[in-house]
């Protein structure tokens, strides 16, 4: 299973390897904190972050800030993996960086079956809707992060990096939202979280004409997969339940949200706000093959309510084959 990289591409104004605002970190910490689940499970999800020489020249509460969004994921999840992180400010795996956020995630391309086969065992959310053939007889790429929670065995050393993250340092951000986002500055937190999820594997291949985890929960209707990147929407029921609209505006990731929920998977965001994780963004996650520490909620009630939102667009997304 040869190893690809795979990344943000630049977007629209702000570029954020598809973020958008307002994630509720809600159910993660609620449904957690209520069911007694933040105690540490045996064997845990991990991230093993080196930031780059350019964090040196990061404002302070950069990389406790980037901690806090990793600490999110390590106490939703419980998957006994490490995922190799390398972090820049104002660079993007070593390269100059000028958008909100960003992310390049080494990619491999492991066969349908044996995708579907880990998804069924690990009982993922949607993985009994799941055909025994590739939709479209797709081929496809799963980030090298998505693939070890799966249990692929991956080429090369363990310490291997599985993606890039780099953050624009020309912008504004707010380090600590927990007294809410001040005026004119981003939800850092959010905007990481946002780019760490897409690390892990949160991104659509249909632009390559291929497929990822989450493009096998793309429909247009019951029963109806997109499998062009056309206007769909997330759903783990065969399409019977809209839990979120992905985004088909040009310039936005269309592995994102539409933004018509305030939330950290949009592909466009807004200054002043707190970007939070919501329920159906644990689920989506879930979807992927992550174990969650809490219950995720059954698709009904992780239907989002809508929100309008004044947006400004960001998103770099870009695949490397590893190998």
């Known amino acids: 299973m040869p190893k690809i990289p795979k990344g943000c591409r630049v977007a629209a104004t702000v570029s954020l390897c598809g973020i958008n605002p307002s994630r509720t970190r809600l159910l993660a910490a609620a449904l957690a904190v209520a069911s007694g689940f933040l105690s540490a499970p045996a064997h845990a999800l991990t991230f093993n972050v080196t930031y780059d020489s350019s964090v040196g020249s990061a404002p302070s509460g950069f990389q406790s800030a980037f901690q806090n969004a990793i600490g999110f994921y390590e ?24 958008g909100l956020g960003g992310s390049q995630a080494y990619v491999v391309d492991p066969s349908y079956s044996s995708v579907r ?16 053939s590739a939709p479209g007889g797709m081929a496809m790429e799963i980030s090298t992060a998505n693939a ?14 599985d993606a890039s993250i780099g953050f624009g340092s020309s912008y ?6 927990s007294n809410g986002v001040t005026s004119g500055t981003y939800d850092f937190t959010g ?7 897409e690390a892990m594997g949160r991104f659509s291949s249909l632009d390559v004409g291929k497929l990822s985890v989450q493009d096998l929960y793309r429909y247009t209707a019951p029963g109806v997969r997109d499998l062009s990147g056309t206007l769909a929407y997330f759903s783990v029921d065969g399409g019977v339940t809209n839990i979120n609209t992905f985004n088909s505006v040009a310039g936005g990731d269309i592995g ?26 644990l689920t989506l996650m879930a979807s992927l093959g992550y174990t969650a520490v809490a219950p995720v909620p ?10 309008g939102l004044g947006l400004l667009g960001w998103r770099y997304r870009s695949r490397h084959k590893a190998s």
């Open 75 to 98: 106490t939703s999840f419980s998957n006994p993996i490490t995922i190799n992180l390398n972090v820049g400010w104002g660079t993007l795996n070593g390269q100059a960086f000028t």
């Open 117 to 132: 086969n880990a998804l069924v065992g690990a009982g993922a959310p949607g993985s009994q809707t799941l055909p025994t």
């Open 148 to 161: 070890k929670a799966l249990g692929f065995n991956l080429p090369g050393p363990p310490t291997s990096t």
């Open 172 to 177: 504004f951000y707010d380090f600590d939202p």
């Open 191 to 197: 905007i990481a979280e946002h780019e760490i999820s």
């Open 256 to 281: 994102d949200w539409a933004g018509l929920t305030v939330d950290s998977f949009n592909a466009f965001a807004s200054s002043g706000k707190k970007l939070p994780v919501s329920a159906g963004d």
């Open 298 to 307: 059954e698709p009904s009630e992780a239907a989002f309510m809508l929100a």
